[in-house]
């Protein structure tokens, strides 16, 4: 059964850094692309970053290009989303993803198989 687990969520100043996580169990981890999303309240999911099996290659949205960093270690099985200069517009939930197998479009959701529950991120102005 596969499970993704986010964790590192908060409340947060605008500015301040924030760090989240996401633990996976249940499939073949460092075969598969993973990615974030974010979802405000009465907003489509949005896509903010994706980065592939080997880490060689990442992938991030325009509203946070630039702030906004992804990684991951395959030793430990967890995908890292490290969000800086926090604005009060990032306040969403924020989920994992794994990319589905065969797919090269890593900007919509569809093309993700499993997610986590999401983890929450508030930022104060």
């Known amino acids: 059964q596969v499970q993704l687990a986010e964790s590192g969520g908060g409340l947060v100043q605008a500015g301040e850094p924030l760090r989240l996580s996401c633990a996976a169990s249940g499939l073949t981890f460092s075969s598969d692309a993973m990615g974030w999303f974010r979802q405000a309240p009465g907003k489509e999911r949005e896509f903010v970053a994706a980065i592939t099996w080997s880490g060689a290659t990442t992938y991030y949205g325009d509203s946070v290009k630039g702030r906004f960093t992804v990684s991951r270690d395959n030793a430990k099985n967890t995908v890292y989303l490290q969000l800086d200069s926090l604005k009060p517009e990032d306040t ?10 065969g797919s090269s479009w890593y900007y919509s959701p569809g093309h993700y198989n499993y997610w986590g529950q999401g983890t929450q991120v508030t930022v104060s102005s």
Do not use: E, I, L
């Not at 969403?92 to 197998?101: D, L, M, T």
């Open 92 to 101: 969403a939930v924020y989920y994992c993803a794994s990319h589905r197998r």
